[in-house]
């Protein structure tokens, strides 16, 4: 059975090239950072999106910002694909690599270089796991705010592509509300530094579009990050309700109330059930939707904040109501929600989703989601960041059956079409990749899709950095006109790899 997506048709004069390629990197990085047999390949074939696999021409770790410069310099002049890597946690296919490119992953860049209380900053390189900043200046008092689930493993790097969240951004934004500045290689080899400890700068907003952009405007090697008083006290509170559309429109209210907790938390019956089997967090195990509210400050502020929240949970039904009365209860409680995928893959295999919508559609969208998936004949786990609206259904198929593995394809995008149609977009957190990308003309139109293709070619005129990734493949560039010839050639050359006519 053919795959649902994808990926451009290699250069094979560039494959042909590999030894004399590999030759000239062995001149460029110390052995210890170049990796080439077959065997020890495989690790970098994919990324958490493992639906996918593609055999990497090499693999470099480079461990300083020079060494990826000059690895980048020699792609650019030698036309050979590019895929940057984190630490491979990517859900979308961000990091799959293909047969004709060099992975440059960052994972030996593992330094955490400076910590600013006086600017509340921290200058980090790019391989940093997200944990490891909080870590470090959690003695002190401070804190790094974005916390996906994935943060014991995921790299600073990583995060900074696809835009990062995690479940306390309801209160403390995402990646892009936290990164102050970032060195960043280009295309050619030539080192930039954006942004930096100042709260603000001149100019155009350049650390905001290369936030989420997917390696594909640069290779960041170090970044300045915010830093941030940890709060007096933080409560975790388990909300209990009788069904999924019951919850969603507390969540809603909530919100609408403009109370703003630090985190609302969401799991429907099956991720309950998973998640306790897994942590024996003490969840309610009677009920078909969990909320998880956190709430933060003095004793008296936690107080009243919740007593605003537990009023609204009643007026929707609320079946219990449980307040952490430890520390090690609170840590058990997310436990269970940070283990929520890892749990899940003890028992199935699955595709988890990442599509957002506005709060007032919430119990519609989880609705309409179990018709889907009802309608594939495959059942689904519902845990996500209810506060924001970004949407994690899980997919549960066998991965072994290549008729199931296709519906679960299928039923994911018609889920994602699904937020996009009640007013949200693809993602919120885990980016494009491979996963959405021919469905980025669902929610954009050619006119949208073209000005944001010119943009990332005046970063990369060849197209070289994750080129198979964010933008569908079919057509791609083909309506550039004027002085747009580079992007135009690109269009060609794309059209004629994949075997399709540009539009």
Known sequence: MPDLIAFLEPDLAVI??????????????????????????????TDAFVSYR?????????????????????????????????????????AIPQEDAIVIGVSKMNQILEVDYANRAARVQAGVTNISISQAVDADGFFYAPDPSSQLACTIGGNIGMNSGGAHCLKYGVTTNNLMGVRMVMFDGSIVDI?????????????????????????????????????????PVLFGFETSVAAGACVTDIIGAGIIPVAIEFMDKPAIEICEAFAHAGYPMDVEALLIVEVEGSDAEMDA??????????????????ESQSATEAALIWKGRKSAFGATGRIADYICMDGTVPLGQLSYVLAKTSEITDRYGLRVANVFHAGDGNMHPLILFDANDPEESLKAEMAGNDILKLCVDAGGCLTGEHGVGIEKRDLMRHQYSDADLAQQMRVRAAFDPKWILNPS???????????????????????KAGAARTGKTAA
């Open 16 to 45: 042909g090239r590999r030894p004399a390629i590999i030759a000239d990197l062995a001149q460029l990085l110390p052995e210890s950072c170049l990796i080439t047999e077959e065997r020890e390949l495989v690790p970098f074939d």
């Open 54 to 94: 593609r055999m990497p021409l090499a693999v470099v770790l480079p461990e300083t910002t020079a060494q990826v410069a000059a690895v980048l310099k020699y792609c650019n002049d030698n036309a050979i694909s590019v895929v940057p890597r984190g630490a491979g946690t990517s859900l979308s296919g961000g």
């Open 195 to 235: 942004g930096g400890k100042a709260l603000d700068s001149s100019g155009y907003d350049l650390l905001g579009l290369i936030c989420g952009s997917e390696g594909q405007l640069g290779i960041v090697t170090e970044a300045t990050v915010r830093l941030l008083a940890k709060p007096e006290g933080a409560r």
């Open 305 to 322: 904040m919740l007593a605003r929240i537990i009023e609204i949970a009643r007026r929707h039904g609320v079946k219990t109501i449980r």
């Open 469 to 491: 990734k964010v933008f569908p493949l079919e057509g791609r560039n083909g309506s550039q006109t004027g002085n747009q010839s580079a992007l135009a050639e690109e269009g």
